[in-house]
């Protein structure tokens, strides 16, 4: 039987379940452990600013409860998502308050039993050099994540610290957001719902990697034509989404400890699902990557669909990609 190569473990992240907690009948505690519990599986990604109202910091015996909560059922975390909030007030905070507002997350993060933390690639900046002791002290991998556009043409110098610092508790986490060869149908209906130009929508569907359409993203931005009720997804165009192959991270890839195998919704016409993580997996496979893949689902922003079996039909379908066997269309 095929399995995955070696090293690679196969999570999802605890952020697919947000409607599930912003309706609040279960808590965010209660949601993360049902991934486990129906075997979705067994290493999952949480988002500390969901799972306790004490965030940024929680306490020890909240983060031992869980821990164990999922050791009960065979399950641990894998990666915690962690934030530096930049201002306090109307002042922007200084490295120190930055650091010392990061630190309790990663000492919940540690209690947690995670293997590592998450940030924004680059948000950190000098703060990244003067966590690695602490980093250290807790055997925390912190993994700076970029996606989207978030290339290394775009942001070299991010990319460059990770590789400067050069240490197994910095690594860079790669969002295959950043490798869409298409964008998901479903968020160009309802960009169509929601009365974006029909032109525009075409040139979405039919030329998205061409360098002319971001040029009219912007464009069409710019001229207040965008309806006010989809603004805010229109906004996942210049953010989001990316248009890169794997040939545009190759000089990574030996930096990546963490990937998010994102996706939308579950519709593969032309592969535009599949494609992707069959391109990373052996690009990948050809570094001798070892860490967690993980399902991660964007598509909650315009979709109503049940969080659990969207997360379950994309892990079946990443495990066949990813596992040694041969391409099915190769």
Known sequence: MSALPAGWTLSASAFNLTPEVVR??????????????????????????QLWRGYPAATLAEAHDLRDRLDAVGGRVSIVGVSIDEWDGHR????????????????TSAALGAQGVRLPIGQAGAVLERALPLLEELDLVLYEE???????????????????????????????????PALPVTYLEALSRGGVDPALVTLLRDH?????????????????RVPG????????????????????VASVLPLI????????????ADHRLSDPLRDVGAALAATGYTGTLCSEW??????????????????????GILSDRPSPHA
């Open 208 to 224: 998205w990697r061409e360098p002319g359409t971001h040029g009219a993203v912007v464009d069409h931005l710019r001229s207040g």
């Open 146 to 180: 970029a996606q989207g556009y978030q290339t290394p043409t775009a942001s070299p110098e991010a990319y460059a610290r990770i590789a400067e610092i050069d240490s197994p508790h910095v690594r860079l986490l790669l969002d295959i957001s950043m490798l869409m």
């Open 298 to 319: 964007g598509g909650q922003e315009w979709l109503d669909d049940d969080p659990w079996e969207m997360t379950s039909r994309h892990l079946a379908l990443a495990a």
């Open 257 to 268: 400890g963490g990937v998010h195998l994102k996706f939308w919704d579950l519709d593969d």
């Open 24 to 49: 609040a009948e279960r808590t965010a505690p209660d949601l993360a452990v049902t991934l486990v519990e129906r075997g979705l599986a067994s290493a999952i990604e949480v988002e500390l600013g």
């Open 229 to 248: 009720p989809v603004h805010t997804l229109y906004m996942n165009l210049l953010v989001r989404f990316g248009r890169s192959g794997v040939s545009d």
């Open 92 to 107: 922007r905070r200084t490295d120190d308050e930055r650091l010392a507002f990061l630190e309790p997350q990663l000492r």
